[in-house]
């Protein structure tokens, strides 16, 4: 049985290294197709919400109201905006709607960063910029930017919202507490502030086998814990204290956005569903974007801004695999 378990070990131990090998070289012919493909054309798309929640309204009356009442409320909506169009009085109030989806990597931060520069060429203090927010957090640097990228709407003085209508969770409530109001769906996932770093160590398993790991630095933390080599002691001590660090950041930056939050108690790592996290004050409001949006609708413009690439076929097959390897390690808030 031992001899069993010893062989299914290095089975193993094979395919991962051939997966990882697989995946190393596809990405390096990426990386090289990528550079001969004609690059895609960088676009930002403007969308008018209003427009749409007016269609909608009409198509369900056109189904459920008779002819005579469909003709009196289309001639009504007609003088509407008539009257609109000639009205000289201050401009309607404009709401700019962000969605960023954010994996591990934040990797939605490059078009978020190109639609908030959109935003604040045209916006002013009397404007909104709404986010429809999900991510369960990642790596730190990389939310770090995106929290950054949202700070520069409230250097700006103009209102910032975030909305969590699925998840805001480690770097994805550190994006979402640089708002100026916080709304979240009842049930939605709130919080989880910590850090967690993990990572797997071989040594054991190459020692076993008379396989020798060796590697050169300079300075004396240049690496604490390693995947391949032995980790002491006083490497895991070093290490913990810089997670320990991070962690410490991460509450100061939200005590900093949301001094109403008791930070000893909402700092533990746990996460609360929106109607729990209104109740530690991590949230301002139970609601979802799209009564948020509706409601809205009625009295300002609401603008939905996205930015996009065309990617090739290598680029965006290089985006994939690059999924796969960043799943496998990571030091993140969480």
């Given amino acids: 049985m031992a001899e069993f378990f010893l062989e299914y070990g290095l089975f193993l131990a094979k395919t991962v290294t051939l ?9 390096v012919v990426v990386a090289v197709a990528s550079k001969k493909q ?3 054309k960088d676009s930002i798309e403007i969308k008018k919400l209003n427009q749409k929640f007016d269609d909608i309204a009409m198509a369900v ?26 009205a000289k ?24 960063r190109e639609e ?5 060429m045209v916006a002013n203090e009397k404007d909104e910029v ?18 950054s990228q949202l700070m520069r709407i409230r250097e700006r003085n103009i209102p910032l919202t975030v909305a969590v209508d699925k998840v805001a969770a480690s770097g ?6 640089v708002a100026n109001k916080i709304i979240a769906a009842p049930f939605s996932i709130v919080g989880s502030i910590g850090v967690v770093a993990q990572i797997p160590n071989f040594h054991r398993l190459l020692k076993k086998h ?9 300075g004396e933390f240049k690496r604490t814990v390693t995947m391949f080599g032995e980790n002491t002691e006083e490497a895991r001590v070093k290490f913990r204290k810089e997670v320990e660090d991070i962690h410490l950041l991460f509450k100061d930056f939200i005590t900093k956005h949301r001094p109403q939050v008791d930070i000893v108690k909402v700092s533990t790592g746990e996460h609360w569903p929106g109607i729990r996290a209104l109740e530690n004050q991590l949230v301002d409001e139970l609601k979802t974007s799209d009564d948020y949006l509706l409601e809205n609708s009625k009295t300002a413009e609401l603008f939905e801004i996205k930015y996009s690439t065309k990617k090739s076929f290598w680029e965006k097959l290089g985006f994939q695999m690059q999924q796969l390897v960043d799943r496998a390690v990571g030091l993140m808030p969480g």
């Fill in 172 to 177: 994805g409530y550190m994006m979402a507490c």
């Fill in 89 to 112: 009085d201050e401009p309607q109030k404009r709401i700019f709607v962000i969605n960023f989806h954010g994996d591990i990597r934040a990797s939605a931060v490059a078009s978020l």
């Fill in 130 to 147: 709404f986010v429809r927010l999900e991510s369960s957090g990642g790596v730190v640097h990389a939310y770090g930017l995106a929290a």
């Fill in 19 to 27: 997966v990882v090998a697989i995946i190393a070289i596809v990405l």
């Fill in 210 to 218: 008379d396989i020798d790991f060796e590697q050169f630095t300079a």
């Fill in 61 to 86: 009356n056109a189904t459920i109201l008779p002819k005579e009442e469909i003709k009196k409320l289309t001639k009504e909506e007609k003088q509407k905006h008539k009257a609109k169009a000639k």
């Fill in 38 to 40: 004609p690059q895609g």
């Fill in 116 to 120: 908030i520069t959109a935003i604040l």
